[in-house]
């Protein structure tokens, strides 16, 4: 998986060796083996992996979404990484939410997508969309252990987590510089 290179002024990837987990039961495979500093501040609360924050210092990039000929599709980083105000440059004059994956403590009963019982009508949504599989295994993840989508939805949110994204391949070659008009 990759790792966010903060050296740069576009929303780009570093390269780093790959790896994938695969968990086949939510939580439970990997609660307290993790030394994910995310996943460890966030305890029992489940994460909410398409956070929107507001400012630097709230929230977690775990994934970058990139374009590809199915559209766009996030691919997650080696460890999920603070939201700073170089993620925010980086993203402008986006929200760093359209240009990466980000991920927080959920919000609960103030989130518009928070339901009855606790459920997450978002996490619901996703699980049952007509996205075609990503991969044949879980696709690697970071934060696995303690999302909210994991735990609520398995692997009908999993599976399709990486092609959900807030934005298109046009606005992504855009603020790449790829196929604007010069």
Known sequence: MPVLDDKSSSPRMASSAASSPQETSPRKAARGKTLLPVIA????????????????GSGWVFGVVEPTEEGPRMVPLDKPEAVTEAV????SPLHPGELFRITAPCMGAPCKNHGEGGICHLARS????????????LPPCTIRASCLWW???GRDACDRCTAFTTTTNTTLAAIQGKGADD
């Open 151 to 153: 735990d609520q939805e």
């Open 88 to 91: 925010f440059q980086m993203a």
């Open 41 to 56: 501040e966030a305890g029992d609360t489940r994460l909410c992996p398409s956070y929107s924050p507001r400012e630097p």
């Open 126 to 137: 996703v699980a049952k969309r007509p996205i075609p599989k990503v991969s044949k295994g």
